[in-house]
Protein backbone atom coordinates (compact mmCIF):
# COMPACT_ATOMS: atom_id res chain seq x y z
CA UNK A 1 0.00 0.00 0.00
CA UNK A 2 1.78 3.39 -0.72
CA UNK A 3 1.53 6.19 1.05
CA UNK A 4 -1.71 8.23 -0.23
CA UNK A 5 -3.55 4.82 -0.03
CA UNK A 6 -6.50 4.70 2.38
CA UNK A 7 -6.06 2.46 5.56
CA UNK A 8 -9.36 2.13 5.25
CA UNK A 9 -11.66 2.54 2.00
CA UNK A 10 -15.15 2.17 1.81
CA UNK A 11 -17.16 2.43 -1.67
CA UNK A 12 -20.65 2.05 -2.12
CA UNK A 13 -21.64 0.72 0.94
CA UNK A 14 -25.04 -0.41 1.79
CA UNK A 15 -26.45 -2.29 5.13
CA UNK A 16 -30.34 -2.51 4.79
CA UNK A 17 -32.01 -4.49 7.41
CA UNK A 18 -35.13 -6.41 6.41
CA UNK A 19 -38.09 -6.12 9.22
CA UNK A 20 -40.53 -8.47 7.29
CA UNK A 21 -39.19 -11.22 8.85
CA UNK A 22 -41.81 -12.75 11.67
CA UNK A 23 -45.08 -13.77 10.51
CA UNK A 24 -46.42 -11.01 12.28
CA UNK A 25 -45.15 -8.97 9.71
CA UNK A 26 -45.93 -11.14 6.61
CA UNK A 27 -49.75 -11.32 7.53
CA UNK A 28 -50.56 -7.57 7.85
CA UNK A 29 -47.63 -6.25 5.42
CA UNK A 30 -45.91 -4.28 8.37
CA UNK A 31 -41.98 -4.22 8.23
CA UNK A 32 -39.87 -3.23 5.33
CA UNK A 33 -36.28 -2.67 4.14
CA UNK A 34 -34.59 -0.40 6.69
CA UNK A 35 -31.94 1.44 4.90
CA UNK A 36 -30.00 2.40 7.26
CA UNK A 37 -26.72 2.82 5.34
CA UNK A 38 -27.40 3.79 1.92
CA UNK A 39 -24.28 3.83 -0.52
CA UNK A 40 -21.33 5.45 1.84
CA UNK A 41 -18.05 6.28 0.18
CA UNK A 42 -15.51 6.68 3.38
CA UNK A 43 -11.75 6.89 3.63
CA UNK A 44 -9.97 6.87 6.62
CA UNK A 45 -6.15 7.33 6.73
CA UNK A 46 -3.12 6.17 8.74
CA UNK A 47 -3.06 8.44 11.60
CA UNK A 48 -6.14 10.52 11.68
CA UNK A 49 -9.21 11.30 13.06
CA UNK A 50 -12.45 10.85 11.11
CA UNK A 51 -15.69 12.13 12.46
CA UNK A 52 -18.86 10.92 11.19
CA UNK A 53 -21.79 13.22 12.44
CA UNK A 54 -25.66 13.36 12.25
CA UNK A 55 -28.93 12.91 14.32
CA UNK A 56 -29.70 10.06 16.14
CA UNK A 57 -30.94 7.67 13.64
CA UNK A 58 -29.27 8.86 10.72
CA UNK A 59 -27.52 5.46 10.79
CA UNK A 60 -23.74 6.63 12.15
CA UNK A 61 -23.57 3.40 14.43
CA UNK A 62 -24.65 0.99 11.61
CA UNK A 63 -22.25 2.27 9.52
CA UNK A 64 -19.47 2.04 11.99
CA UNK A 65 -20.24 -1.66 12.55
CA UNK A 66 -20.77 -2.29 9.26
CA UNK A 67 -17.23 -0.80 8.48
CA UNK A 68 -15.36 -3.61 10.82
CA UNK A 69 -17.79 -6.56 9.20
CA UNK A 70 -19.74 -6.41 12.72
CA UNK A 71 -22.88 -6.63 10.28
CA UNK A 72 -22.13 -7.56 6.72
CA UNK A 73 -22.65 -5.20 3.68
CA UNK A 74 -25.87 -5.39 2.03
CA UNK A 75 -23.54 -4.03 -1.04
CA UNK A 76 -20.51 -2.28 -1.92
CA UNK A 77 -17.19 -2.65 -1.05
CA UNK A 78 -14.65 -2.27 2.07
CA UNK A 79 -11.27 -2.68 2.18
CA UNK A 80 -8.51 -2.36 4.69
CA UNK A 81 -4.93 -2.09 3.18
CA UNK A 82 -6.23 -2.92 0.19
CA UNK A 83 -7.25 -6.37 1.12
CA UNK A 84 -11.54 -6.41 0.57
CA UNK A 85 -13.70 -7.16 3.52
CA UNK A 86 -16.99 -7.65 2.82
CA UNK A 87 -18.52 -11.24 2.27
CA UNK A 88 -15.73 -12.38 4.88
CA UNK A 89 -16.31 -15.26 7.23
CA UNK A 90 -16.44 -14.97 11.20
CA UNK A 91 -12.92 -17.21 10.26
CA UNK A 92 -11.46 -15.51 7.69
CA UNK A 93 -12.24 -11.95 9.63
CA UNK A 94 -10.55 -13.13 12.88
CA UNK A 95 -6.98 -11.59 11.51
CA UNK A 96 -8.32 -8.44 10.57
CA UNK A 97 -10.24 -8.56 14.28
CA UNK A 98 -6.48 -7.65 15.96
CA UNK A 99 -5.79 -4.56 13.53
CA UNK A 100 -9.40 -3.43 14.08
CA UNK A 101 -10.76 -2.90 17.48
CA UNK A 102 -14.14 -0.71 18.95
CA UNK A 103 -14.80 1.30 21.15
CA UNK A 104 -18.74 1.01 22.46
CA UNK A 105 -21.41 3.94 23.34
CA UNK A 106 -22.20 2.56 26.46
CA UNK A 107 -19.25 1.60 29.04
CA UNK A 108 -20.72 -0.68 31.19
CA UNK A 109 -23.11 -2.28 28.61
CA UNK A 110 -20.11 -3.25 26.62
CA UNK A 111 -18.41 -4.84 29.72
CA UNK A 112 -18.95 -8.49 31.63
CA UNK A 113 -20.21 -6.95 34.94
CA UNK A 114 -19.13 -10.75 36.38
CA UNK A 115 -15.55 -10.47 34.75
CA UNK A 116 -12.60 -8.42 36.71
CA UNK A 117 -10.94 -5.93 34.93
CA UNK A 118 -8.15 -8.29 34.08
CA UNK A 119 -9.93 -11.09 32.58
CA UNK A 120 -11.42 -8.24 30.39
CA UNK A 121 -8.57 -6.87 29.22
CA UNK A 122 -6.40 -10.07 28.73
CA UNK A 123 -9.53 -12.13 26.96
CA UNK A 124 -8.67 -11.14 23.28
CA UNK A 125 -4.73 -11.17 24.34
CA UNK A 126 -5.93 -14.82 24.20
CA UNK A 127 -8.46 -14.87 21.07
CA UNK A 128 -5.10 -13.90 19.29
CA UNK A 129 -2.37 -15.29 21.02
CA UNK A 130 -0.87 -12.51 22.79
CA UNK A 131 1.64 -12.88 25.73
CA UNK A 132 3.76 -15.51 26.12
CA UNK A 133 1.16 -17.00 28.84
CA UNK A 134 -1.25 -15.84 31.74
CA UNK A 135 1.15 -14.64 33.88
CA UNK A 136 2.87 -12.08 30.69
CA UNK A 137 -0.71 -11.26 30.10
CA UNK A 138 -1.30 -10.06 33.11
CA UNK A 139 1.92 -7.95 33.34
CA UNK A 140 0.56 -6.12 29.67
CA UNK A 141 -3.20 -5.59 31.42
CA UNK A 142 -1.72 -4.06 34.14
CA UNK A 143 0.36 -1.83 31.72
CA UNK A 144 -2.47 -1.17 29.52
CA UNK A 145 -4.40 -0.12 32.81
CA UNK A 146 -1.70 2.61 33.83
CA UNK A 147 -1.45 3.90 30.34
CA UNK A 148 -5.53 4.66 30.43
CA UNK A 149 -5.16 6.41 33.64
CA UNK A 150 -6.18 3.96 35.92
CA UNK A 151 -4.15 1.75 38.35
CA UNK A 152 -2.18 -1.52 38.17
CA UNK A 153 -3.94 -2.64 41.13
CA UNK A 154 -7.68 -2.42 39.52
CA UNK A 155 -7.06 -5.66 37.58
CA UNK A 156 -8.81 -7.51 40.10
CA UNK A 157 -12.08 -5.00 40.81
CA UNK A 158 -15.19 -5.35 38.64
CA UNK A 159 -16.63 -2.92 35.91
CA UNK A 160 -19.86 -2.13 38.80
CA UNK A 161 -16.66 -0.66 41.03
CA UNK A 162 -15.77 1.85 39.05
CA UNK A 163 -17.12 5.26 37.39
CA UNK A 164 -18.20 5.62 34.17
CA UNK A 165 -15.38 7.45 33.27
CA UNK A 166 -13.44 4.60 34.85
CA UNK A 167 -15.41 2.22 32.79
CA UNK A 168 -14.92 3.79 29.43
CA UNK A 169 -11.11 3.67 30.33
CA UNK A 170 -11.37 0.07 30.82
CA UNK A 171 -13.10 -0.34 27.21
CA UNK A 172 -10.32 1.66 25.73
CA UNK A 173 -7.25 -0.76 27.81
CA UNK A 174 -9.36 -3.74 26.09
CA UNK A 175 -9.68 -2.09 22.94
CA UNK A 176 -5.84 -1.59 22.66
CA UNK A 177 -4.82 -4.80 24.11
CA UNK A 178 -4.76 -6.44 20.60
CA UNK A 179 -2.41 -3.59 19.44
CA UNK A 180 -4.73 -2.16 16.71
CA UNK A 181 -4.22 -0.20 13.52
CA UNK A 182 -7.62 1.53 13.77
CA UNK A 183 -10.13 1.94 16.84
CA UNK A 184 -13.91 2.78 15.82
CA UNK A 185 -14.93 4.90 18.52
CA UNK A 186 -19.02 5.02 18.80
CA UNK A 187 -20.27 7.86 20.91
CA UNK A 188 -17.28 7.03 23.28
CA UNK A 189 -17.97 9.95 25.50
CA UNK A 190 -21.81 10.56 25.36
CA UNK A 191 -23.02 8.65 28.31
CA UNK A 192 -20.63 10.63 30.51
CA UNK A 193 -20.49 13.93 32.89
CA UNK A 194 -18.94 16.77 30.81
CA UNK A 195 -16.71 17.03 33.07
CA UNK A 196 -15.07 13.41 32.09
CA UNK A 197 -15.75 14.01 28.55
CA UNK A 198 -12.66 16.01 27.91
CA UNK A 199 -10.45 13.47 29.94
CA UNK A 200 -11.60 10.67 27.79
CA UNK A 201 -11.46 13.01 24.71
CA UNK A 202 -7.37 14.09 25.84
CA UNK A 203 -6.69 10.46 26.23
CA UNK A 204 -7.59 8.99 22.97
CA UNK A 205 -5.31 12.16 21.33
CA UNK A 206 -2.52 11.51 23.55
CA UNK A 207 -2.84 7.35 22.48
CA UNK A 208 -2.97 8.15 19.05
CA UNK A 209 -0.08 10.28 18.98
CA UNK A 210 1.89 7.50 21.27
CA UNK A 211 0.57 4.41 18.85
CA UNK A 212 -0.26 6.06 15.65
CA UNK A 213 -3.82 4.93 15.72
CA UNK A 214 -6.28 5.88 13.01
CA UNK A 215 -9.55 6.71 14.76
CA UNK A 216 -13.11 6.88 13.24
CA UNK A 217 -15.26 8.71 15.85
CA UNK A 218 -19.11 8.58 15.71
CA UNK A 219 -20.78 12.00 17.36
CA UNK A 220 -23.83 13.82 17.43
CA UNK A 221 -22.12 16.20 18.77
CA UNK A 222 -20.38 18.68 16.66
CA UNK A 223 -18.29 20.40 19.71
CA UNK A 224 -16.59 17.41 20.18
CA UNK A 225 -15.69 17.02 16.79
CA UNK A 226 -13.83 20.39 16.31
CA UNK A 227 -11.63 18.98 19.53
CA UNK A 228 -10.61 15.68 18.53
CA UNK A 229 -11.14 15.24 14.11
CA UNK A 230 -8.49 16.11 11.45
CA UNK A 231 -11.91 15.46 9.49
CA UNK A 232 -15.49 15.78 9.23
CA UNK A 233 -18.10 13.51 7.34
CA UNK A 234 -21.72 14.65 7.68
CA UNK A 235 -24.26 11.75 7.60
CA UNK A 236 -28.22 12.13 6.89
CA UNK A 237 -30.48 9.28 6.22
CA UNK A 238 -28.06 6.58 5.47
CA UNK A 239 -25.80 8.98 3.08
CA UNK A 240 -22.70 11.41 3.33
CA UNK A 241 -23.98 14.49 2.22
CA UNK A 242 -20.44 16.25 2.75
CA UNK A 243 -16.86 15.77 3.75
CA UNK A 244 -14.31 18.40 4.43
CA UNK A 245 -11.43 18.93 7.09
CA UNK A 246 -13.05 20.22 10.31
CA UNK A 247 -11.58 23.66 10.23
CA UNK A 248 -12.81 24.00 6.83
CA UNK A 249 -15.96 22.67 7.46
CA UNK A 250 -16.72 25.18 10.64
CA UNK A 251 -15.48 28.04 8.68
CA UNK A 252 -17.31 27.32 5.64
CA UNK A 253 -20.27 24.83 5.44
CA UNK A 254 -21.34 24.08 2.15
CA UNK A 255 -24.49 21.82 2.77
CA UNK A 256 -27.65 22.92 4.45
CA UNK A 257 -27.86 20.00 6.56
CA UNK A 258 -24.10 21.13 8.17
CA UNK A 259 -25.21 24.53 8.48
CA UNK A 260 -27.64 23.65 10.54
CA UNK A 261 -25.75 21.38 12.60
CA UNK A 262 -23.62 24.40 13.10
CA UNK A 263 -25.48 26.57 14.11
CA UNK A 264 -26.78 24.79 17.04
CA UNK A 265 -22.77 24.27 18.63
CA UNK A 266 -22.59 26.71 21.43
CA UNK A 267 -20.17 29.77 21.32
CA UNK A 268 -18.43 31.33 24.11
CA UNK A 269 -18.05 34.67 21.92
CA UNK A 270 -21.55 36.10 21.68
CA UNK A 271 -20.25 38.26 18.20
CA UNK A 272 -19.34 34.62 16.51
CA UNK A 273 -22.98 33.15 17.34
CA UNK A 274 -25.02 32.76 13.75
CA UNK A 275 -28.71 32.85 13.83
CA UNK A 276 -30.18 29.40 14.90
CA UNK A 277 -31.35 27.28 12.08
CA UNK A 278 -34.54 25.01 13.09
CA UNK A 279 -35.34 22.31 10.80
CA UNK A 280 -39.08 21.41 9.95
CA UNK A 281 -39.92 18.20 11.04
CA UNK A 282 -38.31 15.32 12.00
CA UNK A 283 -36.13 12.74 10.46
CA UNK A 284 -37.80 10.25 7.49
CA UNK A 285 -38.22 7.05 8.06
CA UNK A 286 -35.26 4.66 6.34
CA UNK A 287 -37.57 2.57 5.32
CA UNK A 288 -39.48 5.37 2.99
CA UNK A 289 -36.72 7.70 2.09
CA UNK A 290 -37.62 10.85 0.57
CA UNK A 291 -37.08 10.33 -3.40
CA UNK A 292 -34.35 13.26 -4.71
CA UNK A 293 -32.19 14.77 -2.05
CA UNK A 294 -33.39 12.97 1.22
CA UNK A 295 -32.59 16.37 3.32
CA UNK A 296 -36.03 18.07 0.97
CA UNK A 297 -38.55 17.41 3.62
CA UNK A 298 -36.29 19.51 5.96
CA UNK A 299 -33.70 21.89 4.00
CA UNK A 300 -34.48 25.49 4.61
CA UNK A 301 -32.74 26.27 1.48
CA UNK A 302 -35.16 24.08 -0.86
CA UNK A 303 -35.31 25.19 -4.60
CA UNK A 304 -38.22 26.56 -5.62
CA UNK A 305 -39.78 24.99 -9.05
CA UNK A 306 -39.71 27.87 -12.47
CA UNK A 307 -43.18 28.90 -11.72
CA UNK A 308 -42.81 30.28 -7.86
CA UNK A 309 -43.14 33.15 -8.53
CA UNK A 310 -42.22 34.51 -5.13
CA UNK A 311 -38.99 34.58 -2.99
CA UNK A 312 -37.16 31.26 -1.66
CA UNK A 313 -38.12 31.91 2.06
CA UNK A 314 -42.00 32.04 1.27
CA UNK A 315 -41.51 28.51 -1.12
CA UNK A 316 -39.99 26.85 1.89
CA UNK A 317 -42.99 27.79 3.76
CA UNK A 318 -45.67 26.44 1.33
CA UNK A 319 -43.43 23.50 0.84
CA UNK A 320 -43.48 22.76 4.31
CA UNK A 321 -47.29 22.76 4.10
CA UNK A 322 -46.83 20.26 1.22
CA UNK A 323 -44.78 17.65 2.99
CA UNK A 324 -47.64 17.93 5.86
CA UNK A 325 -50.30 17.22 3.57
CA UNK A 326 -48.47 14.51 2.00
CA UNK A 327 -47.30 13.12 5.00
CA UNK A 328 -50.80 13.07 6.88
CA UNK A 329 -49.95 15.58 9.89
CA UNK A 330 -53.34 17.12 9.36
CA UNK A 331 -55.85 16.07 11.91
CA UNK A 332 -59.11 18.27 10.72
CA UNK A 333 -61.20 16.00 13.46
CA UNK A 334 -59.48 17.35 16.09
CA UNK A 335 -59.32 20.78 14.85
CA UNK A 336 -62.98 20.74 14.80
CA UNK A 337 -63.54 19.37 18.48
CA UNK A 338 -61.72 22.65 19.35
CA UNK A 339 -62.91 24.72 17.55
CA UNK A 340 -66.42 23.31 18.90
CA UNK A 341 -65.59 23.66 22.01
CA UNK A 342 -65.02 27.40 21.51
CA UNK A 343 -67.98 27.67 19.72
CA UNK A 344 -71.59 26.54 18.21
CA UNK A 345 -71.02 27.16 14.84
CA UNK A 346 -67.94 25.49 13.12
CA UNK A 347 -67.82 25.68 9.41
CA UNK A 348 -65.67 23.71 7.16
CA UNK A 349 -64.05 27.00 6.13
CA UNK A 350 -63.66 27.84 9.82
CA UNK A 351 -61.74 24.32 10.11
CA UNK A 352 -59.75 24.69 6.93
CA UNK A 353 -58.43 28.24 8.26
CA UNK A 354 -57.29 26.82 11.36
CA UNK A 355 -55.63 23.73 9.91
CA UNK A 356 -53.54 26.40 7.84
CA UNK A 357 -52.71 28.13 10.93
CA UNK A 358 -51.10 25.04 12.17
CA UNK A 359 -49.50 23.70 9.68
CA UNK A 360 -48.26 26.59 7.28
CA UNK A 361 -45.49 28.74 9.32
CA UNK A 362 -46.09 31.69 8.67
CA UNK A 363 -48.95 33.96 7.78
CA UNK A 364 -50.68 32.59 4.45
CA UNK A 365 -50.98 36.15 3.22
CA UNK A 366 -46.83 36.16 2.75
CA UNK A 367 -47.53 33.66 -0.26
CA UNK A 368 -47.91 34.94 -3.77
CA UNK A 369 -51.68 35.04 -4.35
CA UNK A 370 -51.81 32.09 -6.98
CA UNK A 371 -50.14 29.59 -3.98
CA UNK A 372 -52.10 30.84 -1.41
CA UNK A 373 -55.53 30.06 -2.98
CA UNK A 374 -53.13 26.75 -3.71
CA UNK A 375 -52.91 25.96 0.00
CA UNK A 376 -56.78 27.17 0.91
CA UNK A 377 -57.73 24.61 -1.77
CA UNK A 378 -56.04 21.40 -0.34
CA UNK A 379 -56.69 22.60 2.95
CA UNK A 380 -60.82 22.16 2.21
CA UNK A 381 -59.59 19.15 0.03
CA UNK A 382 -58.41 17.80 3.49
CA UNK A 383 -61.20 18.65 5.37
CA UNK A 384 -63.56 17.12 3.23
CA UNK A 385 -61.25 13.72 4.01
CA UNK A 386 -60.03 13.88 0.20
CA UNK A 387 -56.69 13.09 0.91
CA UNK A 388 -55.42 12.12 -2.34
CA UNK A 389 -56.79 15.40 -4.19
CA UNK A 390 -55.08 17.20 -1.23
CA UNK A 391 -52.14 15.99 -2.08
CA UNK A 392 -52.45 16.23 -5.87
CA UNK A 393 -52.83 20.01 -4.95
CA UNK A 394 -49.81 20.58 -3.17
CA UNK A 395 -47.79 18.88 -5.31
CA UNK A 396 -48.27 22.20 -7.63
CA UNK A 397 -45.11 23.41 -5.49
CA UNK A 398 -42.72 21.23 -7.15
CA UNK A 399 -38.87 21.52 -6.95
CA UNK A 400 -35.75 19.96 -8.69
CA UNK A 401 -34.81 18.87 -4.98
CA UNK A 402 -37.75 16.52 -5.12
CA UNK A 403 -37.09 14.71 -8.53
CA UNK A 404 -33.38 14.34 -8.88
CA UNK A 405 -31.14 13.17 -5.93
CA UNK A 406 -28.00 15.68 -6.01
CA UNK A 407 -24.24 14.84 -7.41
CA UNK A 408 -21.26 14.43 -4.90
CA UNK A 409 -19.18 17.07 -6.25
CA UNK A 410 -15.93 19.24 -5.59
CA UNK A 411 -16.20 21.88 -4.45
CA UNK A 412 -12.70 22.68 -3.26
CA UNK A 413 -9.95 20.79 -2.25
CA UNK A 414 -10.19 17.76 -0.25
CA UNK A 415 -13.93 18.58 -0.34
CA UNK A 416 -17.21 16.26 -1.15
CA UNK A 417 -21.16 17.65 -1.01
CA UNK A 418 -24.00 16.68 -2.44
CA UNK A 419 -26.15 19.36 -3.19
CA UNK A 420 -27.81 21.13 -6.32
CA UNK A 421 -26.89 24.57 -5.12
CA UNK A 422 -23.14 23.96 -4.90
CA UNK A 423 -23.13 21.77 -8.44
CA UNK A 424 -22.11 23.97 -11.06
CA UNK A 425 -24.10 21.66 -13.51
CA UNK A 426 -27.45 21.84 -11.84
CA UNK A 427 -29.69 25.14 -13.54
CA UNK A 428 -30.04 26.53 -9.89
CA UNK A 429 -26.66 25.86 -8.97
CA UNK A 430 -25.40 29.03 -5.89
CA UNK A 431 -22.28 29.36 -6.26
CA UNK A 432 -19.87 31.22 -4.07
Not at 156 to 177: E, K
Not at 270 to 297: K, M, Q
Not at 318 to 326: G, L
Request: hydrophobic share 35%.
Amino acid sequence: MSGDDPLLAAENVKKHFDQSDGFLDRLLGGGGLVRAVDGVDLELHEGETLAVVGESGCGKSTLGQTLLNLHSATGGSIRFRGDELTGLSDREMRKYRRRMQMIFQDPLASLNPRQTVGDIVTAPMEVHDIGDDDADRRERAEELLERVGLKAAHVDRYPGQFSGGQQQRVGIARALSVEPEMIVADEPVSALDVSVQAQILQLLDDLQDELGLSILMITHDLSVVHQVADRVAVMYLGEIVETAPVEELFENPKHPYTKSLLSAVPRIDPAAREDRILLEGTVPSPIDPPEGCRFHTRCPEVIPGDDWSGDQPAFRRAFTFRNRVENGELDPDAVRDRLEAESDDVTDDDVAARLIEGALPGEIESLPDPAAETVRTAAKQVVRGDEDAAAETVGAFSSPCVESAPRVVEPASNRTAACHRIDPEHPAAELD
